[in-house]
């Protein structure tokens, strides 16, 4: 009997001693990382530059952005040619500005618009007000007019802010070019509204493959997207991802555009 008595005192002792440990550590806390959607694009602080005015129609009004017609790719006529630094070679394309007339009571209208940047507005042009390092805002002609009184104002200062794209529907993929060069224009994005990179996905042998900005929000790739459906990744300034799955079907056809998912 002597012998169990020992064990049993022995395994008591080590418990009493490991429950002494415990409490002095103190409670074991497990931490569960949380990892969340990145947050919807919000407005920035309002800043300053001027503002101005040029002619064309729908189908100038967005060509150093890629958009062939700004109506048909639903900009409206709500648009404006931006400043080189505005501009980052076309990296804003898409991109939604808040403005207002300030400063200027002779020629201001209360109330802000809201545009979206879709064109160049190159240096050494209107009197230099796009040369670098200003913020400037040529804005289509019947646009300008909803914040100023007469077109004769000319030069206005404005305040503005990037403010989140309102868009209806998805993303619209647009697919030109041939078998070996395939250019894709992405239009239509919500929330940060200007893409900074774009993917593509076969359902057969193409992987996820980086195309590269040809010019504006048109991407091209020399891989080989013909005789897949096609799924599209698009990331935008704010660091958010949209992934439209399988949007073009395996006969898609070169002039097509096929609609994904947007961003809310």
């Known amino acids: 009997m002597a012998l169990p008595l ?7 002792l080590v418990k009493a001693l ?27 602080p309002w800043k300053r ?5 040029y002619e064309g129609g729908s189908g100038s009004f967005g060509g150093a952005c890629g958009y062939e017609d700004v109506d048909h790719d639903g900009f409206g006529l709500e648009t404006a040619a931006l400043s080189s630094v505005l ?3 076309g990296g804003t394309c898409g991109a939604c500005y808040e403005l207002k007339c300030s400063d ?9 618009i809201i545009v979206t940047g879709t064109n160049h507005c190159p240096p050494n042009s209107n009197d230099g007000w796009c040369n670098p390092p200003r913020e400037h805002f040529d804005l289509a002609k019947p646009i300008f007019l909803r914040i100023v009184s007469e077109y004769k104002a000319g030069i206005v200062p404005v305040e503005y802010r990037r403010v989140p794209c309102q868009k209806k529907g998805g993303i619209k993929f647009t697919i030109t070019g041939n078998p070996y060069f395939n250019m894709v224009k992405v239009w239509n994005v919500g929330g940060a509204g200007d893409v900074v990179s774009l993917q593509v996905k076969g359902n057969d042998n193409l992987k996820w493959t980086s195309l590269s900005r040809n010019w504006g929000q048109k991407w091209v790739t020399s891989a080989m997207m013909v005789g897949e459906s096609l ?32 961003f809310k």
């Open 6 to 12: 020992r064990i049993l005192f022995v395994i008591l």
């Open 49 to 53: 530059a001027h503002a101005t005015f």
């Open 231 to 262: 799924s599209f990744r698009v990331k935008t300034s704010d660091g958010r991802s949209s992934t439209s799955w399988h949007v073009a079907p395996k006969n898609w056809q070169f002039g097509q555009t096929f609609e994904g998912k947007n």
């Open 104 to 112: 200027d009571p002779q020629w201001c209208k209360a109330g802000s």
């Open 18 to 44: 490991v429950i002494n440990e415990c409490q002095a550590k103190g409670p074991t806390v497990v931490i569960q990382k949380h990892i969340g959607h990145k947050p919807k694009f919000q407005a920035s």
């Open 87 to 89: 501009f980052n070679n």
